[in-house]
């Protein structure tokens, strides 16, 4: 069976001529994966991916890639780096990356990334006076993976998210609109070192996009960190694909609503604090502006304000799906026990960047889990059995559950392509 070539275009995700809540054919499911920001911990959603990858290439015998699966990949900050290496074309026309190399980028180039000098206080001194990184390896880096390949060239379709701090919106880079825009065709290379510029520790980007076959100026862009604007980008892919079907809504009048019931969804963190090793309004009720930046290592107003914005899009998106009664449409994998180095962003020594892969493994042993938002906590989901009895799944058996449908869920699209 031939690997998918460069997936679906915008017009042809495949949402037509199915009624509202019916159970769609396979060839009609759009496939949706997303990896939230979060700094070196991205090493923790590439070990899943590493995990998914191989399974899905056990299950269909064949040297396939993660990108060869998703109709639609978004990623934020790191997530977008992983997002690109996913599905930039690389030789042997496969991406530039699978996901076991990923993981060995991550091994290799975070320490000379984050350098372990500035990671402590001494990094926080001097990003009071700038960036507490120069950023000059990563871009390096990532110009000489990518070089000159437009998101416009991507083998499927990916959503990334930045940050325009002279307009004081989101931009957000997706390779439908640059294949229909040339003024929004920009570098891959520009988008990753765009959303990756977490303020403090990264300078913010500048470039231009030209289109000269219409005389129209340059359109350029001042961005930062797409974490300002969704650290966890699941909505952001799911109004992609919501653009989508409203349009398919509006030529058919059969269909009636935008049916969410066709998405089927891998939603991926970076992990996140263990309570136990945050703050309490006593501790905070005195902070200044120098104890909200920076505290033990860490910087409380950021990792509230990333933290925050991930669990609310995954209660946003999970209560869609319970409405839907679709839940195991949405399957979404987060750590809330980080404790130490693990929860920091920067902190690449070869100690803690081994600690992040143990912990991205051992998650495949942990429950399938949810966000409680009464308890402020990740627990166990419960499923019914076969005796209607209650009791839990691990997220590496949901996995392999979920590679099973996206085997399944190409192979419907393969055959509706030589048809």
């Not at 769609?24 to 911990?41: F, N, W």
Request: one cysteine or more.
């Amino acid at each position: 069976m031939e690997t998918r070539e460069s997936n679906l275009a915008p017009s042809d995700f495949p949402t037509k001529d199915v009624q509202p809540n019916s159970s769609p054919p396979l060839e009609c499911i759009v496939t949706v994966l997303s990896i939230d920001g979060g700094g070196v911990r991205g090493i923790i959603p590439a070990k899943i991916l590493e995990f998914l990858e191989k399974k899905l290439q056990e299950i269909d015998k064949e040297d396939t890639r993660i990108a060869d699966y998703f109709d639609l990949i978004a990623g934020t900050s790191t997530g977008g780096l992983m997002t690109t290496m996913l599905a930039a074309p690389g030789p042997d026309d496969k991406p530039l990356f699978s996901a076991k190399q990923i993981v060995e980028f991550y091994r290799e180039h975070s320490p000379k990334i984050f350098p372990s000098m500035w990671c402590g206080f001494l990094g926080f001194v001097r990003s009071l006076f700038g960036p507490r990184y120069t950023g000059r390896y990563l871009r390096d880096i990532i110009e000489k993976k990518l070089k000159e390949t437009r998101i416009s060239e991507t083998r499927t379709y990916i959503v990334i998210p930045t940050f325009d701090i002279k307009l004081l919106q989101p931009a957000i880079f997706s390779t439908s609109e640059g294949r229909k825009n040339k003024l929004k065709d920009a570098r891959l290379s520009d988008i990753c070192i765009s959303t990756s510029a977490a303020p403090t520790f990264f300078p913010a980007h500048n470039f231009k996009i030209k289109d000269d076959s219409n005389g129209e100026p340059p359109r350029e862009f001042h961005l930062i960190d797409g974490g300002v604007a969704a650290n966890n980008p699941t909505l952001l892919a799911i109004n992609q694909v919501r653009r989508r079907m409203i349009l398919d809504r509006d030529n058919n009048s059969n269909v009636k609503a935008v049916d969410y019931g066709k998405l089927f969804i891998l939603s991926l963190g970076t992990g996140s604090a263990a309570p136990d090793q945050n703050y309490e309004a006593p501790q905070v009720a005195k902070w200044g502006m120098f104890r909200w930046f920076y505290s033990n290592g860490k910087s409380p107003l950021m990792e509230a304000f990333n933290q925050a914005s991930s669990d609310m899009v995954d209660i946003h998106v999970h209560a869609l799906f319970q409405e839907l009664d679709k839940q195991d449409n949405y399957f979404r994998i987060q750590d809330d026990q980080l404790k130490g180095d693990t929860a920091s962003l920067d902190i690449s020594s070869k100690a803690n960047l081994e600690d992040l892969e143990k912990i991205g493994d051992g998650l495949l042993q942990k429950p399938v889990s949810r966000v409680n938002l009464d308890k402020g906590i990740i627990e166990p989901v419960k499923f019914e059995d076969s005796k209607n009895k209650e009791k839990t799944k691990t997220n590496e058996e949901q996995l392999i559950n979920f590679a099973k449908k996206l085997s399944d869920i190409r192979k419907a699209k393969l055959e509706k392509l030589k048809k």
